[in-house]
């Protein structure tokens, strides 16, 4: 036990005089969750709380390209720059690359014509078809000529749908209306009322959204309680650079020959070790916490809160940091120069953050990829962890992600003593 | 065996019939190679480059290990009981062997932790070597910070941290100045005289000279020589080592071991 503890004491002394080292596993990790809860959160805020700049060139004059203008600005997700009529497709690009907006929509000069021809169109049909005289042979196309929507490529696919299906509902209520209008007026030969008006296109079933939680105190999901698990987990995983290279390191250099001589096992340095760089992953985890708790909300980010099953919340730290010693120690010992470990420890890890759904969700992953997360310990802390954040669960309700976790830190853990074996180090 | 038994041992190091090639290399280094130290002995190892010098001193203390014939440390098999035996001997490699980042005050509590000592142990331990050997006032600096004479001292304090009964010096003196030759090369003679076993490699001949009553000239793995080294010199007629190791091992280059 004195040799133990000896041995942690050198461990702790080497790991907090290497400076750059200590910036790398504390301040990196942090610095990564501050940059992406902030993104996700201004993302989330983009779209609730901050407008998108939208440019609109209104090439019509008639009242359909005002109602839609009208029932865009009623969607409150965008903050519309009028443009003059005479803009070119040309100048509106210029605009937009040099950052006046990311969006730009050009009406077309017929649009309310073609809109109101589609209008009496379909009335004439459907009074034609409810067996009332309806306008025989009305005049007008079917299709009105697609309004042009530019984006700028830095806008992801997701955001783009979002912003479609806004502009879409929009340009529905534009046709609804014109078509009531219009079979209103045929048959009673007078104005659609306001109020009828209102009641048949704005009396909108509202959709209510209830968060599958397992405790019912809990407030609503927010970035940081997204944010903040996930990459605790990369945080602590990415500990293989430090330590993985500290082993090989300390193989290398002479340190290494004189404890082959000496009566005590090699095992023991990477016990201590062990538990040197798991006390790490507790404290990283445990800074990341505090600052999503405390600080947090001074910097305008959602809070983090806290599971209700705090010692739930440790002994998942615990097995999650334990499994990330163990993957980094496999590689230390496997690793025949530094720069091996290093290189293969931070792409490997990316590698299973990014297929543990660290980086896209893993229900959005396909099929074949679905059973390769299984390997990845990274996705099992992520699951424990959200279990605990996400849906308000204890420690009994993520035993499922916690046992594969343990497999995979046992699986490396023996990897780790055939090494040794091989290598003739014990 | 007992502490009595330890004590009443005639040889520090017997190595018998030893046989060793490293894998995957053509050539055998070691062929039924026989070497004896007695107890309390000053006994320098030499050869040219290549001769197998180091591959024996890492053979004595366990770091190699052969599958063929016997080595034993104050009786124990350092094959079989290679941790009752790694108790009996210290080892100073000719790297610096210890941790940069720590001071001497912190390597020497580790190793000395590692070598079976306990607390108030190592801390006299500790306090005794670092006045010894002229580092009390920077015990709590970083080796890192030392001259090569200071961190050769280190070295050399860390292998006898657990007053061992035998020391196993590979060049322990190499690239320092005169000074400190002069302390290492006098604290080896006194710990010497208090009755440790000293198996020295090196290829500062005059210090070599000065330091050792027995020698072994090797080369290409076999022993070209081993006797008192004045019994040797006279023999052959030579007036100092270097004479007598070019005429027993020739004036040709030796090749290291690759």
Known sequence: MYKLWATILKDVRILLRDKPGLLFMFGMPILLVLVITTIQNSTFDLVSKNKVPLLLCNRDTGAASRQLIQAIDKIDMFRLINLPKDETGKDITGRMHSKDALLAMIIPPDFSTKIDAKARKIAGKALNTFGLEGEKGAAGEDSVEPIDLYYHPILQQSFRSSVQGALYSALQLVESRQILRTLYFSINEKQLPDSLEKDLLHNNLSINEIPVLLDNSRPLPNASQHNIPAWTVFAMFFIVLSLSGSIVREKLNGSFIRLKTLPTHYILVLLSKQVTYLGVTLIQAAIIFAIGVWIFPYMGLPALNLPSDISGLFFVSLLCGWCAVSYAICIGVFARTQEQANAFGAVSIVILAAIGGLMVPSFAMPGSFRTLIKISPLHWCLEAYYGLFLEGGKLKDVLMNIIPLVIIAVTLQLATLWGLRQKKLI | MNQHDEQTET????????????PGQPGRYFSHFNLKIAVAERFGLFGPNGAGKTTLLH????????REGTIRILGKEIKKDNQSARRFFGF??????????????ENLEFFGAWSGLKGVEIRKRTTELLEILDLTDVRDKQAQQFSGGMKRRLNLAIGVIHQPRVLFLDEPTVGVDVQTRYAIVNYLKELNRKGTTLVYTSHQLAEAEELCEKIALMDKGTLVAHDDLQKLLAEHRQEG????????????YGNDHV
């Open chain 2, 59 to 66: 053979l004595m203390t366990g770091l190699l290990s052969s």
């Open chain 2, 11 to 22: 040889f520090a190091v017997e190595v018998e019939d030893l046989g060793f090639s490293y």
């Open chain 2, 92 to 105: 100073v490699p000719q790297d610096f062997s210890f941790y940069e980042e720590l001071s001497p005050r």
């Open chain 2, 241 to 252: 080592l270097e004479g007598l190791f070019l005429t027993l091992t020739g004036k040709n």
